[in-house]
């Protein structure tokens, strides 16, 4: 009997060790990037290129495959029901994180299922105008959507997002009334809409739309920020503007909860050296967007105090009418 004893505790301690020991040669094999928005928005852009140069650091393939829908939820999701081994990842942002729990879109959508990585980037969100309209600047805009409520149509990405949040506010903070107009599906959307002359304006990010902003297609008036855009430093600041506004999003790396922490410290290791690489550095400074890291051990905290003071903020606008949930 001691001896059965002593044989199974050797193979409970044995068994113990195996995930690490199994994942000492982590990576074997390809690794799964799941982007929940469309291809050419801004997410997808700075995911890919990370993404490109991480999979040098880390020693693997790293493929990125757009997965649309729900606000990002369709692509979470899968994510959250990921077998938990360090192959298959996603990047989420600020619908991920804030609009889709909040809304309960989803009833089996619960942070809680995922194991966050790291925060890349932080990118303050903008008002946009087509180059061939009068907008020449943020109080041309306010000027237009007062003399004529409801006919200056603006362009954001969902109905109850981060942008439509924005615009309410701005409306709010200035007492000018759009016609807001939803175009799910990320950037992209946004793009032909301008392009095509159907709507104005629209509230997205300026590296989102870098490309445009370069060839003059279109040209930024504001952005929610306190400080200047290093990329695109002409346009003016909500600040500098004289209004309280401030909104953002964010693109934050997480694998799906219970996966070992050997792979979470290699995938959050390759990702820091392509942030921090002379060659993203180059490109992101190009795009209008801000490196911004925070680590394993901080994003999560970060991403708990966040979302709760945007739940109370949004909680709000619904006692006020201002939004429905």
Known sequence: MY????????????????????????PEKDIRVIVPWGAGGGTDGIVR?????????IGASMYVENIEGGISATGVSQVMN?????????????????????QGLLPSYKMDKLKLIARVTSEPDAIIVGSDTPYETIDDLIAAAK??????????????????LAILQLQDETGAEFK?????GGAAPQ???????????????????????????????????????????????????????????FI???????TPDEAVEALEHAYKEALESDEFQTWVASVGVTPDWLGTDEVTQWAEETSK?????????????????
């Open 3 to 26: 001896k059965k004893f002593l044989t199974l505790l050797a193979a409970g301690a044995m068994g113990a060790l195996m995930p690490s020991a199994a994942m000492a040669d982590y």
């Open 49 to 57: 290129k990370l993404t490109l140069i991480a999979e040098k650091n």
């Open 82 to 102: 990921a077998r938990p081994d360090g192959y298959t990842i996603g990047a989420l942002t600020y619908d991920s994180v804030v609009t889709v729990p909040w």
């Open 147 to 164: 003399e004529a409520p409801g006919t200056v149509k603006i362009g954001i990405q969902n109905i109850g997002s981060r942008l439509h």
């Open 180 to 184: 807001i107009i939803a175009y799910p």
């Open 191 to 249: 793009k032909e809409a301008i392009l095509n002359d159907e709507v104005d304006v629209v509230a997205t990010s300026l590296g989102d739309f870098a490309p445009l902003l370069e060839s003059g297609d279109v040209r930024g008036i504001l952005e929610f920020s306190e400080t200047t855009n290093p990329t695109f430093n002409t346009v003016p600041t909500a600040k500098e503007a004289g209004l309280d506004l401030r909104m953002g999003s």
């Open 252 to 258: 934050v790396f997480a694998a799906p909860a219970g």
């Open 309 to 325: 003071a945007l739940f109370n903020q949004m909680d709000m606008l619904v006692e006020e009418g201002v939004i429905k949930r």
